[in-house]
């Protein structure tokens, strides 16, 4: 029994395709961390981390401890680094689950060099131009090298996050990465190795393959996704398949007699409306644009969700018909199973991406 008949739909099978493609692109020599912070882009971060790790991911990339911890409960044995969103007192718990931290400052190395008993592999992160978390890559060399001479921290690489601009300036890629290797020459000069050196997420993955050094941290094109203007040089499959729901009651709406003009949808004749339990929570991004046709013939009627986190109103049609579908530039809902009029269990489909993407 489904308590709330609304599910995510995803495909490993794309997700591990996606890996391979990634693997081809950077060669088999560069070690290849995957994302899957934000719980898998809202895919699952276990179960999205299991398939890329089967299909070739050195490592897992996550957000934050939480993230890492969740994943290790759920039986994720790969290494998992954690980027820095975690204060100095979460030292012990990270050491004590074998994620590998990454520093920011001196504060942090010192609360992680207190706390291990053995040697500690740490990453620490470069602020190249993102203006963000990262020491500032002008005093990164002094900071690591201060970092290196507390007792039992070992430095296993070295990260960045890009600033991607807008203009996709390959000038400006190029004075990011020259930030980041001369910091790498400096310390490797000063007798510190940097054995990691990642720096290339998603958007420099697919622009610029001078930025993929020795290792690599893609995000969002593992899951199929690129944006607007961007091209991949190796084929990326959706691992999103459908946000699948069933309409939970139906309901007869009359045009109001008064405040009709506060309606959250205008209501000008009697019409049948079908609720769906897919809010804000589930994945559905707002009121979407009016737009309905059918596969049979065009239905006069229009397509309307209203997002929130309690439920929304599925499409309404003064005259449903069999294998209808109702589709917009936001999303796509369609009968999974054929109906001579709406009524609760109707299966409907959406296709829509599950959460804001982000960038990396």
């Keep these: 029994m489904m308590p709330r008949p609304t599910t995510l739909e995803i495909d490993l099978g794309a997700a591990g395709a996606n890996v391979r493609a990634v693997r081809r692109l950077v060669g088999p020599a560069r070690k290849i961390f995957a994302v ?13 981390g299991a398939a890329f790790v089967e299909n ?8 934050d401890l939480g993230e890492g911890l969740r994943l290790r409960r ?18 012990p718990v990270t050491m004590a689950h074998g994620l590998t931290p990454t520093l920011v400052d001196l504060d942090g190395a010192r609360a992680y060099s207190e706390a291990a008993t053995t040697p500690c592999d740490v990453f620490v992160k470069v602020d190249v131009g993102l203006e963000r978390l990262g020491v500032p890559a002008e005093q990164a060399v002094k900071v690591i090298a201060a970092m290196m001479e507390l007792p039992r921290l070992r430095l296993a690489g070295l990260c960045a996050h890009p600033h991607d601009a807008e203009g996709r300036d390959p000038a400006y890629a190029e004075w990011q990465l020259g930030r980041f290797t001369t910091v790498v020459d400096e310390l490797e000069a000063r007798g510190i190795p940097v054995p990691v050196r990642l720096f290339a997420a998603s958007p420099f993955l697919l622009k610029f393959p001078q930025t993929y050094l020795n290792a690599v941290d893609p995000g969002r094109m593992l899951y199929g996704i690129t944006f607007p203007g961007e091209a991949s040089p190796v084929p990326l499959a959706p691992t999103f398949r459908a946000l699948t729901s069933r309409i939970i009651t139906v309901k007869e709406l009359v045009p109001r007699e008064r405040f009709a003009d506060k309606a959250p949808f205008p209501v000008t004749a ?16 707002g009121s979407m644009p009016a737009a309905c046709s059918s596969a049979a013939a065009p239905c006069p009627s229009c397509l309307r969700r209203r997002s929130s986190t309690r439920g929304s109103t599925s499409p309404r049609c003064r005259k449903p018909r069999s294998g209808t579908r109702w589709s917009s530039s936001a999303a796509r809902v369609r009968a999974r199973s054929p109906w001579p009029k709406w009524r609760s269990g109707t299966a409907l489909a959406c296709t829509m991406w599950p959460l804001p993407w982000d960038r990396a």
């Design 270 to 285: 009697p019409m049948r409306l079908g609720v769906i339990p897919m809010g804000s929570a589930a994945g559905s991004t």
């Design 36 to 48: 899957v912070k934000a719980d898998g882009y809202g895919h699952g971060a276990a179960e999205m």
């Design 74 to 91: 759920r039986g994720i044995t790969a290494p998992i680094l954690v980027y820095p969103n975690s204060l100095p007192d979460a030292a």
């Design 56 to 63: 070739g991911a050195d490592a897992l990339g996550v957000a």
